[in-house]
């Protein structure tokens, strides 16, 4: 087989020329033949038309389909347009507000306050003497008032702190006497107090009844004799006036027995 150029006088090149004006003839039909598949057409096409024409007459074609039917598109090719989503709007809610009017104010026009009085130029009580005749006067008059004889007793004063230390009141069971010491004095109600207290120690040396007293008191939770001499002393002075208590507050039926006690009565 000669694969290489083509001699003009081999006979395959001397049937060329046939078969090419042959093979352009088919290829026009084909190319014109094409225009009339489109509705549109140009006037170029028409006037090859009217060349070609009586030439592809000529030419037995198979009978095809009609060429003017317009076929779908394949659903894989159907263009989808992207739906954009419809803009929502927020439409702003309207809020009333409703501004009320302020109060009626009342203007009051307040007088200002009188000026203060002027202090008082009223002397101020003068603080209990706590030694001399006016003193002892006072503490004797405290004593007279329990009805008790403390002079028969022995009982005496002393407007002084005790040697061993600066207690209100002590009494010395050892000589009989009471020390009232100068804080005592800081008021009337205290003085009351610590007199009678300290005289009803006296009241109970004279009576000598100690075992006594420990069995009144033991009820209270004054289980021994120092305390409960504390807590008969209160006692009894809250029997003879005393205003107050220091070592408790002695509840009634404790002063029911302290009275029988006073009046002798020990059964």
Not at 66 to 83: F, G, N, R, S, Y
Not at 108 to 133: E, F, K, L
Not at 151 to 166: D, Q, Y
Request: hydrophobic share 40%; proline share 13%; charged share 20%.
């Amino acid at each position: 087989m000669n694969l290489g150029k083509y001699l003009s006088g081999s006979a395959p090149w001397r049937g060329w020329p046939r078969q090419a004006s042959a093979m352009s003839l088919a290829v026009a039909v084909g190319v014109f033949g094409l225009a009339g598949v489109h509705r549109t057409e140009g006037r170029a096409e028409a006037a090859t038309r009217d060349v070609v024409a009586p030439a592809l007459a000529a030419l037995e074609w198979p009978v095809g389909p009609d060429p003017a039917v317009d076929l779908p598109i394949p659903p894989k090719l159907l263009p989808t347009p992207e739906v954009e989503p419809a803009p929502t709007t927020t439409v702003p809610v309207e809020t009333t507000t409703t501004t009320a009017p302020p109060p009626e104010t009342t203007t009051t026009t307040v007088p200002p306050p009188p000026p203060a009085p002027p202090p008082s130029t009223a002397p101020t009580r003068p603080p209990i003497p706590s030694s001399g005749p006016e003193a002892r006067a006072r503490v004797e008059a405290i004593a007279d008032s329990t009805g008790w004889d403390w002079r028969a007793a022995g009982v005496r004063f002393n407007l002084s702190f005790h040697p061993t230390g600066r207690n209100w009141g002590v009494y010395e069971r050892d000589t009989g006497i009471i020390w009232i010491g100068p804080t005592a004095f800081a008021d009337a109600n205290r003085l009351r107090y610590v007199v009678l207290h300290e005289l009803a120690h006296g009241w109970q040396y004279r009576q000598n009844r100690f075992a006594d007293f420990i069995t009144d008191y033991a009820r209270w939770g004054f289980k021994t004799i120092g305390p409960a001499l504390e807590a008969s002393a209160d006692c009894v002075a809250a029997l003879w006036g005393a205003t107050r208590g220091h070592y408790w507050t002695c509840p009634a039926d404790a002063r029911a027995l302290a009275a029988r006690r006073l009046r002798g009565d020990w059964s």
